[in-house]
């Protein structure tokens, strides 16, 4: 099991071609901490040591430390028996469950939220006015921990879902028959064999989520809950202090980075379980006897609150709305908009995640590790934050590119890196590397070896990379309203605008809208599922 | 295996198709919705607005601009506080000529770091010295009005108080409705603050609280709440009832002006920026913003109050000089903080 791959080769060997990307991703990742190093050092130490040490501070933290942690956790236990389910059992209409489960990924958490609200507020929310004749006036509040734990689980464990998907797929069964053979029960087998091969994809997945949950903005703020997020734009709005605001933010820096260094400690040692490519036999399948209503239920349950629910309050504000008329056009040439920025933006990211990745895996340095480390600081900050120190450095240094769509792609680049670079990073520790040190030896150059061979190989993590991309990009919103060209409205921006309006109806028109554009790039995730028994 | 094939098939066509549609559509609509000539030859009738006011509002006044000038407007839609601070990142190379924000708080942060320019006077002069900034550089557009709106069934004219403090009395107990996390009520929370103190304001805060007053999500959800009566009062900017009114002119709400803080008038403004690149256009934009056609669309459209005098608000609004209300200096209405925390220290927020 596993390849020793230190010392075979060293970075001082790479080729430039993968060494030129990944300069300018480190450039991109650099960015935005040399800002919010910039703006604190603007803020006198006293001011900073008041600001440190007030108990909201401290309380900001570890509000946002808890809530990670929590909504990981929560996000394994949807994901973990689901991925099981629907990789390993018997369970009625698998296909249909294998896209509900994964379709949250395209609900952008702020409608998501919102439908929660609405159906489970306080008061005046359906349930509320449902229980009313009951006597039920006030519902327990969703507000502030429940609800934000609620909403980020529910709309962002398709992360792990894909990845533990993959990884249960990519288990070798001789294993886990050896087991069998050997006395093992089948739950000791799960818990003793199974489980600690998940532990990469867990640990990949579980990383996404909980980076995903400290950058969200539009549920805390909805469910009033004080994350980062949520304080550092309070901090812009309230004393327009860009200062203070970096200061926090580099606050979040610190915490990232804790994180980042607790899934290096624990993936360093898992590294250990790394898959050889085998030839696949079908996975043994569990019969699920009883327990198959307890599982549809499960399925039903998470299915219903993260896909029925927000697409049917969309719908019924759709359709309330109708009579008012036609959708706008420029619905449409945002929606048109929308595909596009989100498009370019697949396409590029995943060509500059590429050599990230195969650096980080091949061709193991210092150097290359912190590169692939450090990308993700981008994914955990709050979208705002990175706009801004784009608009720093665009505007003061490099005008020419200010607010243009290649601009607009960079910010995204910054942004979103790391699902990409994790994508192909776990397609690419699942190549056998002597396939490419085959091509080498026989006489093919750096170049044609990574088209020839390594480049078909992670196929799978490229798609899958990219749509990740695709889905995340037509969601953001901060970084579009500040950084794309003039006049260049996305879906994103125009459910922003309605709701800030009230227009509820154009606001579900959009949701609707993205949640279609969104459907497709999905299912092309699913299809690269290399399972053999669907 | 097939259907994963299929399903692959499905996906890469959606996905294929939406990057034809991109191409073609993106060729399109950049030659498409500009109405004026290429934007290249037209450094001089050029115009960058970053406007934190929402497009349905000011959209189309400005297209009114760009038609009677010739000017071809790009406009920036954003929220206020982001805008405010991408101005202040791009400092001497912001693109923007004119910032048209949603209130005076970041307006007057703009003026505080030096960053807009002195408007002349004759357009000053324009606009009651309340509603524009002492320093003179920047202007109140519109303005809204803080309002208690009641359910004429419930509640008599003469059963309501001459101050917003006698809400807290017993009497209001389980009628009145508010919206703690709307920006507008806060704005008033901050102007209770800097005008009666942080003891009273929390005073207040707490003695409604304890009135158990129905929380609603935004404006809108009040009146619509007021309307079936489920509330007596509600505290709102005056303009969500103008719109309801337009609908239904029955509908069974009405204004009531406190008097005190509770009217507290706020505005929307504008500001030309010091770097602006046209700044003689910019001018000109703010001269039709306070202009009479545009005074008037405001007026009837959107609802909000008029502030350049001799223009009259929406029909049946009390003119805007009726309202008493206390001196507050607008662009003090930015410490926003010291409001949240008191809104949380109150257990509201």
Not at chain 1, 172 to 189: I, K
Not at chain 1, 376 to 390: E, R
């Amino acid at each position: 099991m596993g390849f020793p791959w230190k010392g075979r080769r060293s970075f001082s060997r790479a080729p430039l071609f993968l060494v030129l990307p990944a300069a300018v991703s480190a450039i991109a990742i650099l960015l935005p901490l040399t800002y919010l190093v910039l703006r604190t050092a603007g803020v006198g130490l006293e001011e900073l040591w008041t600001l440190l040490s007030r108990p909201r501070t401290v309380a900001v933290f570890i509000n946002s430390a808890v809530m990670a942690a929590a909504v990981t956790f929560f996000s394994v236990l949807i994901a973990l028996p689901l991925a099981f389910l629907t990789v390993r059992t018997d369970l009625p209409w698998r296909r249909f469950w294998l896209i509900t489960t994964t379709l949250p990924l395209a609900v952008p958490s702020y409608v998501g939220s919102f439908t929660l609200i609405a159906t489970f507020g306080p008061r005046g929310s359906l349930v509320q006015l449902l229980l009313a004749p009951l006597g039920v006036e006030e519902l327990p509040s969703l507000y502030g921990w429940p609800g934000v734990i609620l909403a980020i689980t529910l709309f962002t464990y398709p992360y792990l879902l894909l990845s533990v998907r993959a990884g249960l797929q990519g288990i070798d069964p001789a294993v886990e028959e050896a087991a069998r053979s050997l006395g093992r029960s089948p739950q000791s087998t799960f818990f003793h064999v199974t489980l600690p091969q998940l532990n990469p994809s867990l640990i990949a997945g579980g990383l996404l989520v909980a980076l995903y949950s400290l950058r969200d903005f539009g549920t805390p703020s909805l469910m009033r809950f004080d994350s980062f997020t949520r304080v550092i734009f309070q901090q812009y709005k309230s004393s327009f202090d860009r200062n203070l605001a970096a200061a926090l933010a580099l606050l979040l820096v610190g915490l990232l980075l804790l994180i980042l260094w607790l899934e290096y400690r624990v993936r360093s040692r898992a590294a250990y379980y790394s898959y050889r490519s085998t030839v696949r036999r079908p996975d043994q399948q569990v019969e699920l006897g009883g327990w198959k209503w307890l599982a549809l239920a499960f399925c039903a349950t998470v299915s219903g609150l993260s896909v029925v629910l927000p697409l049917g309050v969309t719908l019924f504000w759709l359709l309330r709305g109708i009579g008012t008329g036609v959708l706008p056009w420029n619905v449409w040439l945002a929606a048109v908009n929308s595909a596009w920025g989100a498009g370019l933006a697949a396409v590029v990211i995943t060509l500059f995640a590429l050599p990230i990745a195969i650096l980080s895996v091949r061709f193991p340095s210092p150097l290359t590790t912190m590169v692939e480390r450090c990308s993700y600081i981008g994914f955990g900050l709050p979208g705002v934050v990175v706009a801004l120190s784009l608009v720093f450095f665009g505007a003061n240094y490099l005008p020419w590119l200010y607010q243009t769509l290649p601009m607009l792609v960079f910010a995204y680049l910054v942004l979103f890196l790391p699902q990409a670079v994790g994508a192909i990073r776990s397609s690419l520790l699942q190549v056998n590397p002597q396939l490419e040190e085959s091509a080498r030896s026989l006489g093919r150059s750096p170049w044609q070896t990574l088209k020839e061979v390594t480049l078909p190989l992670v196929r799978p993590g490229l798609l899958s990379g990219s749509v990740l991309i695709f889905l995340t990009a037509i969601k953001e919103l901060p970084a579009t309203l500040l950084l794309a060209p003039i006049g260049f409205e996305t879906l994103a921006t125009q459910i922003w605008q309605a709701t800030e309006n009230v227009a509820f109806t154009d606001a579900a028109a959009g949701s609707l809208l993205m949640l279609l554009v969104s459907a497709g790039p999905t299912l092309v995730v699913l299809s690269q599922e290399h399972s053999s028994h669907l | 295996m097939k259907w994963k094939k299929s399903l692959f098939l499905l996906g890469l066509a959606a996905v294929t198709s939406y990057f034809a549609i991109a191409c073609t559509g993106n060729s399109s609509s950049n030659t498409s919705p500009t109405t004026t000539p290429t934007t290249a030859a037209s450094e001089t009738t050029e115009l960058v607005v970053y406007s934190g006011r929402n497009q349905s509002l000011v959209g189309p006044v400005i297209q009114k601009f760009e038609n009677q000038t010739g000017t071809n407007v790009q406009v920036r839609y954003g929220d206020t506080a982001e805008l405010a601070a991408t101005i202040q990142e791009e400092g001497k190379n912001s693109p923007a000529d004119v910032f048209f924000a949603q209130d005076a708080g970041a307006l007057g942060a703009l003026q505080k770091v030096g960053q807009s320019a002195k408007l002349p006077q004759a357009l000053l002069n324009k606009v009651d010295a309340q509603y524009r900034s002492p320093q003179g550089e920047w202007i109140g557009v519109t303005g809204r009005v803080r309002a208690v709106d009641y359910n004429t069934t419930l509640v008599k004219p003469a059963e309501l108080p001459q101050s917003i403090f006698a809400f807290t009395e017993p009497k209001w107990k389980d009628k009145i409705g508010w919206a703690p996390t709307n920006g507008s009520f806060q704005a008033f929370v901050t102007a209770l603050r800097v005008s009666q103190g942080e003891s009273k304001a929390k005073q207040w805060l707490e003695g409604i609280q304890a009135n158990n007053p129905k929380v609603f999500p935004n404006n809108v959800s009040i009146v619509e709440a007021l309307s079936r009566g489920e509330i007596a009062v509600g505290f709102v900017n005056h303009y969500y009832l103008e719109e309801f009114k337009q609908e239904d002119p029955k509908i069974p709400v009405a204004h009531y002006y406190t008097g005190d803080v509770g009217s507290l008038v706020n505005v929307a403004g504008v500001a030309i920026l010091n770097s602006a690149p046209h700044r003689q256009l910019a001018e000109q934009f703010v001269t039709f913003m306070l202009g009479e056609e545009a005074q008037k669309y405001y007026a009837t459209e959107t609802l909000e109050y008029p502030l350049v005098s001799g223009i009259s608000p929406a029909s049946g609004l009390k003119p805007l000089d009726q309202i008493k209300q206390p001196k507050i200096e607008l662009s003090n209405l930015n410490d926003l903080s010291g409001t949240l925390q008191l809104l949380q220290e109150s257990g509201i927020l």
